[in-house]
């Protein structure tokens, strides 16, 4: 079996919110593996322990740009909070995403070889990157970027430089606009239930269903009548069903007025959303959280092993 270690503990804290037992309990039944132990408070404890998603450590900051039908969104990454309000690394993030909008490169290599000076560096904006580096002595990179050239009109909302949206639209711009400042606010996974990707629809059912069997032992425990198979199965598809219209765009109730969804305020304002993209900086990204404690203590242990 893993072992659990402290730092393991606390990681699993500060996603879920969940108490400090509950996540040692968590992470020894599944035998060290984080996800599955996320996925286990969130049977016994409910959303609270659902929150891994605003608990980004990565930093760095998220730009757009869009000249027309053209836009782009990108993701630049760096090492420390402070590093992302200087003015030189928001000019290259900035920069870069313009590049995007400008010369359409196909990837990040292709996006570093463009042309581009400043700060005295260049002539590539590979070699201002590099140049940066050496220059605030803090390692930064271009994580992903998505261009949009199409039929569809472009509106883009930045919540401050961690969470940037970008929708395609036809209609009115201030309703596009409002999307997107609803988008980055209640991160929708989909414009619709039926675009909820199938794996996070087995999961969330596979949560309900964990969530119920403990219902089940609970009720048996206190010498309940147990419920029947079919109450259980429409319990099970009424917390999918209700999932579903938690994490679609359409069905979310508008975040400037909740006495309408979205699709609601959208028809009212004669606007249509063909899609949207979401970025939030970090996401995905584990960031290396250094325990003093365990540092000093292991070089103890050098030093009286060398005496």
Known sequence: MAAITASMVAELRAKTDAPMMECKKALTEAEGNMDKAEELLRVKLGNKAGKAASRITAEGVVTASISGATGALLETNC?????????????LA?????????SNPADIAALGALPYSQDGFGPTLEDVRKGLIGKIGENMSFRRFKRFDGANKLAAYLHGTRIGVVVEFDGDEVAAKDVAMHVAAMKPVALTSADVPADLIEKERSVAAAKAE????????????????????????????????????????????????VEQMLK????????????????????????FAA????????AKATA
């Open 94 to 102: 900035q920069a870069a995403a313009d590049l995007i909008v400008k």
């Open 295 to 302: 540092e000093v203590a292991a070089q103890v242990a050098a």
């Open 214 to 261: 403990e219902d089940r032992k609970a009720a048996e425990a206190a010498g309940k009548p147990a419920q029947s198979a079919e109450i259980v199965a429409k319990r099970i598809d009424g917390g999918v069903q209700k999932y579903l219209k938690e994490v679609s765009l359409f069905n979310q109730p508008f975040v400037k007025n909740d006495k309408q969804t």
């Open 79 to 91: 090492e420390t909070d402070f590093v992302t309000k200087n003015d030189s690394f928001l000019a």
């Open 268 to 291: 009212a304002a004669g606007t249509s959303v063909k899609a949207f993209t979401l970025y939030v900086v970090g996401e995905g990204i584990e960031k290396k959280v250094d325990d």
